[in-house]
């Protein structure tokens, strides 16, 4: 059985070293898009008391030792976003983060156990406008990188052209067929059978034990998420509110949430919400999202009573989190993340 080269084999390397300068163009480029639109660039420790309180985020756990031997729990943070909107609190009006961030169980073409998040905030601006800066920034990776396709796995979308805008209800009627929010009520309520008879009369797959977040996911991964950002992207709006856990109702429809996805080539690129700042609510909806994790994983992770202290003094405000692995990747057209990772963590012989 023949080993695969490492990845600073020179041989690896030169044949990688292409897209890692490349990587580091669109890098740059993008700092001097944000510099322009007056942002300032902040660094969040990666270390936090709370690596986020989403069910099926699993985190690195570690711990800090005192000089008196006491220990306490830390993790690794799987997004800057508690850092980041605790600086909103603090009167930072427009930032933004380039870094590293940490999420266990992931490993694949498009996810990497250590990988580079671009998040940036608006305050007092709605989510419309982040959709706006994706547009602007996709033709701009584009641009630095000498393309004017992206390309992933024989898609092909055209950076440049103003993306599609589907809300999710459209796509669950158009893609599968499915009345999405006649199984979703005003007050955040769900109807496990009415999905699930839904999903069974599009021809997919039920199990007795699904939750309504199992159904929900199954036809985003089946039916969805592959027909997104083909041409051009798509950005998928209008999440129903039990899955935005992040974010605030939507104005015109209370079974809604402001959240979208960025989609190109059928690659998921970025998650944005009209922020909730409601601390109240979004402890509720913590601690619903750990009793989950709990269910399905036997585990939990600790709240951040700072951050809930920070979302109650939080303005109004807009933020997103792009995957820049990702949008290198599609701007390369590479064909795994490891390829546009200069130091990949080791898989393993």
């Not at 935005?244 to 015109?252: E, K």
């Not at 994983?297 to 807009?318: I, K, N, T």
Request: glycine share 8%; charged share 25%.
């Amino acid at each position: 059985m023949t080993t695969a080269s490492p990845w600073w084999a020179p041989h690896v390397h030169a044949d990688r070293r292409p897209r890692l300068i490349a990587r580091n163009r669109i890098a740059a480029a993008l700092r001097g898009w944000f510099a322009r639109a007056d942002f300032v660039e902040v660094e969040a420790a990666a270390l936090q008391v709370s690596p986020g309180n989403e069910a099926h985020l699993a985190a690195f756990a570690t711990e800090a030792v005192g000089p008196d031997g006491a220990r306490r729990p830390l993790y690794l943070h799987t997004s800057p976003e508690f850092a980041c909107k605790k600086l909103l609190a603090a009167g930072e009006t427009r930032l933004f983060s380039l870094g590293a961030v940490y999420r266990n169980r992931e490993r694949g073409p498009l996810h990497h156990p250590a990988f580079t998040l671009l998040e940036w905030y608006r305050a007092g601006e709605t989510y419309d406008r982040l959709m706006r800066d994706c547009a602007a920034l996709l033709g701009l990776a584009a641009e630095t990188a000498g393309t004017a396709r992206f390309r992933f796995r024989g898609q092909e979308a055209d950076p440049f052209a103003e993306p599609e805008r589907l809300t999710v209800a459209e796509a669950f009627g158009r893609l599968a067929g499915i009345d999405l929010l006649a199984t979703v009520g005003p007050d955040g309520a769900t109807d496990r059978e009415g999905l699930s008879a839904a999903l069974a009369g599009a021809g997919l797959r039920t199990a007795p034990d699904d939750t309504w977040a199992d159904l929900f996911s199954r036809v985003m991964v089946e039916r969805v998420e592959p027909a997104l950002g083909l041409g051009r992207a798509t950005i998928l709006c209008e999440y129903p509110m039990p899955e935005a856990a992040l974010a605030r109702p939507s104005p015109a429809d209370p079974r809604v949430a402001e959240r979208f996805e960025l989609y190109c080539c059928g690659v998921e690129l970025a998650n944005a919400f009209g922020e909730l700042t409601d601390a109240v609510e979004q402890r509720r909806r913590f601690e619903a999202e750990m009793d989950e994790k709990a269910r399905i994983y036997g585990e939990r992770y600790p709240l951040d009573e700072d951050f809930l202290l920070a979302v109650a003094a939080m303005p109004e405000a807009s933020g997103i989190a792009l995957g820049f692995d990702r949008l290198v990747m599609l701007a390369t057209g590479a064909r795994r993340i490891e390829e546009v990772i200069w130091t990949p963590v080791e898989a393993g012989r």
